[in-house]
Structure formats: structure tokens, C-alpha cells
């Protein structure tokens, strides 16, 4: 029975094109998902405007988000593919655990000193409070799992905290959600600058591959990629261009990196970044021609985002006033 799975939820801005740390990290282990567990899967719109946005390219973003969760495979019939600002009960439930949350918790949070000290002329409040709304996200729909990059790991540890107080203050209200991260995939770098994730914020373009580059921009990129002079492909810390290069090829071609390094024992760079590329190229090819299709069909995109946001509302809304009712607010009858 469906009601019998355990819950997880997850989400991604859409604050730029996503890359394929979005993809490898976090789209392609969520289709693994879906048929054993009752997903969420959510647009975090809200999200995204703690970094100023264009309006125009926020909705076209917003579309293509949503039109590649499809693409990769996430089926609307069996998960529940949502726009997060379509569901109001995440920012009411937000503003509620703002008041449950410390300020030395949130000014200690790595994404918001990354993101303060990178947006200098742009540091809101939403900026801080972040994770209070990824929070809420998560607490509104009893998620068991959260599927998440490594990055994310602080924020949800914040989200477990949140919900135990809570918890512990009034009575037993949210679940506790516990992390799920992949393997290979988790922790996609930049491959100009290996110390840094891949992000698609990143201001250098030739720092990460979009899931929708065209393959001559797939080639060059690779090409480009930041190596080292020793010549050997190999997964070490001394390494790390290499190292974040094998991972990238690891979670494509689903091969373990020993392989990979026996594969190409004597090679040099060149051949594997050819074949990388090559792989690359095969993998994202037929999620970009299914993401092109359904951004040519905008009437089912809105019914599959209009369905979504129904169902989540329903599940949200029931937690939000369990919240309500706790805190002492008193309910009205609706008309
Ligand atoms: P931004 O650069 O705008 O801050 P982002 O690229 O980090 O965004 P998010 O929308 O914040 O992307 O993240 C969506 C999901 O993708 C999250 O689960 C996140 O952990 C995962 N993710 C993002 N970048 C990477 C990466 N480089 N490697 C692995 N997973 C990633
Ligand atoms: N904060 C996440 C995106 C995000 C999310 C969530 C992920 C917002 N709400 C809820 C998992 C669950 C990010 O920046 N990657």
C-alpha cells in the first residue's frame, strides 16, 4: 500500500540552468526512488529569490526545472511534481519555525557566509532563513528521506533540530528526517577549480556542464578541465581534477573508479577525457530532446504542476494546522 512507504522530499532552485552536479547528484538517484517510496518532488521557487532573479527568467527557469524532472524520468502519475510558491502552507509553516530557530544557528550555516560574502551588495534576510524554509519543506510532508548533495547535509541537520524542539516543546508534531546521500554522485566539483562544487551560479562557465549543453560545448569544457602533470588517471586526494573527473565518469557510466583507473592504466588525459565526453554526451542526449518536447507543450506542463500542487496542499496543509492548533492559534470555520 502506497500509504505504507516511507516519504521523502526533496527540491532544486530555479536560480540558473541546472548542471550535471544537479543532474548526477541529485535528478538521476530520485528516479531510482520513485517506485519504492512516496516522493515530493518540488520547484523551490521561494528559494530561488534569496538571490535577486530576473522575473522573466525566473518563470522560463522555473518551466524548465519542472519539465526536467520529466525529462529524467520522474513519473507526475507515481511522485508529486510541484511549483513550491503554488503550496502557500511552506511559507506559513516558514514563519512559524522562524520562531524556533536561533540566529547563531543560521549565521553559522556555510551556504549563507558562501553566498553573503558573493552577494555583498544583496544580503537579506531570506538569505539567512533559507534553511528555516527548506525546513518547512521538508517537516510538512512527515518526510522520512531527504535526497540531497553533501552540501546540503548542515541544512538538514538544522531542519532535525528544528523539529525536535518543537517536538520536545509542545508534543510529538513532525517527523524526523534523516539524510540520504548517493555515492558517486554527491559531490560534483567545478573542473576549473576542484576545490569548489559545481554550481550552475558559478560566474565562470567553463567551470560546469549544463544538462542541456549541446556536445561541442560538452567536448570543450572537458577539454578544459583542470588537471595536473602527472599523467595518470587516478582516484586520489592529490589529484582532485582528476579525482572530480573520474566521479563525473563513475556516476555516468556506473563503473567503480578502480575500473576506471584500470581501464585507462597508460592512457594519459587525452583518451579519457574523450571518452568522457563521448559518455556524457550519450547520457544527456535523450533527456535533452524530451525536455526540448515538453517545453513545446506548455497546457501539460501546467496540468502536470497544477495536479501536483493540489496533492501537496492537501498533505501540507494537514500538518500546517496540527502546527496551528499546538502553537495555540485559533482555527476558523471555512466558508
Ligand atoms: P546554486 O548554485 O544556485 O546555489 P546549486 O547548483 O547548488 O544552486 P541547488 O538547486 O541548490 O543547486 O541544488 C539542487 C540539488 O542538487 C541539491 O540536492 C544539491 O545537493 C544538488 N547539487 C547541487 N550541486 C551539486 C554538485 N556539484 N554535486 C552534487 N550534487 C549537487
Ligand atoms: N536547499 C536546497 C534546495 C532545497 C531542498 C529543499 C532540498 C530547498 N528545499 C528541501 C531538499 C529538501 C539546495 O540548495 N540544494
Redesign the pocket.
Known amino acids: 500500500m502506497d500509504e505504507e512507504k516511507k516519504v521523502i522530499f526533496?527540491g532544486?532552485?530555479p536560480?540558473?540552468n541546472l548542471?550535471i552536479?544537479?543532474y548526477?547528484?541529485?535528478l538521476k538517484n530520485w528516479v531510482l526512488l520513485q517506485d519504492d517510496y512516496r516522493c515530493y518532488f518540488s520547484v523551490v521557487d521561494l528559494h530561488a529569490i534569496t538571490v535577486r532573479q530576473e522575473p522573466k527568467s525566473l518563470r522560463e527557469k522555473t518551466l524548465e526545472v519542472l519539465a526536467l524532472y520529466l525529462a529524467v524520468g520522474l513519473d507526475p502519475e507515481k511522485n508529486t511534481i510541484f511549483i513550491q510558491s503554488h503550496v502557500p502552507a511552506h511559507s506559513e509553516a516558514a514563519w512559524i519555525l522562524n520562531c524556533f530557530t536561533y540566529m547563531g544557528e543560521l549565521s553559522r550555516m556555510t551556504q549563507f557566509k558562501d553566498k553573503a560574502a558573493k552577494h555583498q551588495d544583496n544580503i537579506n534576510a531570506g538569505l539567512l532563513t533559507y534553511p528555516v524554509l527548506m525546513a518547512a519543506d521538508i517537516l510538512l510532508y512527515q518526510t522520512d528521506l531527504v535526497p540531497?548533495?553533501a552540501?546540503?547535509k548542515q541544512h538538514l541537520e538544522l531542519a532535525r533540530n528544528i523539529a525536535q524542539r518543537f517536538n520536545n516543546i509542545y508534543s510529538p508534531t513532525f517527523k524526523i528526517p534523516e539524510p540520504f546521500i548517493g555515492n558517486e554522485?554527491?559531490?560534483?566539483?567545478s573542473l576549473q577549480d576542484p576545490a569548489k562544487?559545481?554550481?550552475?551560479?558559478d560566474e565562470n562557465e567553463n567551470g560546469y556542464i549544463l544538462i542541456m549543453d549541446p556536445p561541442d560545448v560538452i567536448k570543450r569544457k572537458i577539454q578544459r578541465a583542470v588537471t595536473d602533470n602527472l599523467g595518470t588517471v587516478k582516484y586520489a586526494d592529490e589529484q582532485p581534477g582528476v579525482k572530480n573527473l573520474i566521479s563525473i565518469y563513475s556516476a555516468v557510466a556506473g563503473m567503480p573508479s578502480d575500473e576506471i583507473e584500470n581501464k585507462y592504466k597508460g592512457a594519459g588525459y587525452a583518451k579519457f577525457k574523450q571518452d568522457l565526453a563521448e559518455a556524457l554526451i550519450e547520457e544527456l542526449k535523450p533527456v535533452q530532446e524530451k525536455c526540448n518536447d515538453l517545453l513545446k507543450n506548455k497546457d501539460y506542463l501546467k496540468k502536470i504542476y497544477s495536479d501536483g500542487a493540489e496533492r501537496a496542499a492537501k498533505v501540507a496543509y494537514k500538518t500546517l494546522r496540527k502546527m496551528q492548533k499546538k502553537i495555540g492559534f485559533i482555527p476558523y470555520l471555512a466558508k
Open positions: 526533496s532544486v532552485q536560480s540558473g548542471t552536479g544537479n548526477l547528484g541529485a540531497i548533495g552540501d546540503q554522485g554527491a559531490r560534483i566539483m562544487k559545481m554550481s550552475k551560479s
